[in-house]
């Protein structure tokens, strides 16, 4: 009897805390609700209003507005060889020029197409944090000489090195891609912007001023989506590829420019979310973890100026993340978490996920297939689908095998 008054407390502490989890995702805004009110019930009421009035939303409010396609753009191959990898790829190396001139902005293409397939094939597309030259140990592969961070290992005066050839290549299998039939392509994220607050004349949001001093100017996670996009133009025009079947792929930040890009480019096939937190998968409404005041004041360049008129407002903020997910629907959507990434809030990205269900549930039988966060190693896969792993902030082996298995579900029929 003497633990019984310490046993009440634990389960009404254990009540109360599952209680908060809940309230913390049942307040949220409700997606299929149009701007005057009524329920959206219908795929076609979804596709006609309920997306376009959310992707003015957020253009207006979080990411900032973009550019179309530039009219004057062309692509150069200026590097191929058909024995890459120990003879398993080709490499492509691609520069594509914004304005269509050499001395102008430009981004550099790396592309890896496997040597076993007698057909076009189908292609995952990324942004990458620290080069090109990152990505591989390749000694081909061209060294950027776009800005990069000083307290990045192997940079010298904001220009990358030899040192870091293969750095991050652990984050990228090459090898194992190439073996599944899927070619890669990757670009500096410092191609199409630098990632600082005052980056604004060294990347592709220069070419735009019209663009800019304003509350929805183009903004850093907006530039890189739209440079995802300017990729994808130039894969439609490789033969070597299956352009109906791109995937685009993002991990931490460049994950919420992953996101945002299948939200608003349709011809994406199929997007993946690898631990991209607050801005990508993660609800606010789900306050642990990153918010929006730290997305505000660290990272300012990375949404646009009216979004700092919601610092300290997670929790009652009227649009959430949610509803970038929904905007990809019906096409598939793959979010990870991993269990010590507590920055990126895993549960917050579960919900994030989940609560765009509803949205695929207009176009078919079509669902996340978990009612709570699933286990550890334990993927829920639908047309909707999510794991969490242990381990900390990275892309691990064991994420792109999921990955390339439910790309194989969707591509491989």
Not at 21 to 31: G, I, S
Not at 32 to 50: E, F
Not at 296 to 304: A, G, I, L, N, S
Not at 329 to 353: C, H, I, L, M, Q
């Amino acid at each position: 009897m003497r633990n019984k008054p310490a046993y009440l407390i634990l389960v009404l502490l254990w009540i109360g805390s599952y209680a908060f989890a809940q309230q913390k995702v049942t307040n949220l805004p409700d997606v299929l609700v149009l701007n005057n009110g009524k329920k959206v019930t219908t795929a076609k009421q979804w596709t006609s209003r309920r997306k376009p009035e959310l992707l003015e939303l957020f253009k207006r409010e979080m990411y900032g507005q973009s550019p179309g396609k530039p009219a004057g753009m062309t692509f150069k191959v200026f590097d191929e060889s058909k024995t890459a990898l120990n003879g398993k790829a080709t490499r492509k190396q691609i520069t594509v020029y914004f304005i269509g001139k050499e001395d102008g902005p430009k981004m550099d293409i790396l592309l890896y197409i496997p040597n076993n397939s007698k057909h076009p094939v189908p292609a995952i597309l990324g942004l990458n944090f620290d080069g090109n030259q990152s990505v591989n140990a390749d000694p081909a592969i061209k060294i950027t000489t776009s800005w990069e961070d000083k307290g990045t290992k192997g940079v010298i005066n904001n220009h990358a090195t030899e040192a870091m050839r293969g750095s991050n290549a652990s984050q990228w299998p090459l090898e194992m891609m190439m073996d599944k039939g899927y070619a890669v392509a990757t670009i500096y994220r410092g191609d199409i912007d630098p990632d600082y607050a005052d980056g604004l004349s060294k990347g592709i949001r220069s070419l735009y001023p019209e663009l800019q001093n304003r509350g929805d100017n183009f903004s850093t996670v907006g530039a890189w989506a739209w440079g995802l996009s300017r990729a994808l133009d130039y894969l439609q025009t490789d033969k070597a590829i299956d352009s109906k079947h791109v995937v685009v792929f993002g991990f931490s930040r460049l994950g919420k420019a992953a996101l945002w890009a299948g939200a608003t480019d349709a011809r994406f096939a199929l997007v993946i979310s690898n631990e991209s937190g607050a801005g990508g998968a993660k609800l606010f409404h789900y306050t642990d973890g990153e918010r929006i005041r730290r997305l505000c004041t660290k990272f300012p360049h990375w949404f646009c100026g009216n979004f700092k008129k919601y610092m300290d407002q997670d929790s009652i903020l009227p649009f959430d993340q949610h509803m970038v997910i929904s905007m990809i629907a019906p096409r598939p959507v793959y979010v990870a978490s991993a269990k010590e990434d507590t920055n990126s809030n895993p549960e917050g990205e579960f919900w994030g996920a989940k609560n765009a269900e509803a949205v695929y549930k207009l176009f078919g039988p079509y669902s996340l297939p978990a009612n709570d966060q699933p286990p550890l190693n334990t993927p829920a896969v639908g047309r909707m689908a999510y794991h969490i792993r242990p381990g900390k902030h990275d892309v691990t082996d064991y994420d792109w095998i999921q990955y390339l298995n439910f790309c194989d579900k969707y591509f491989r029929k």
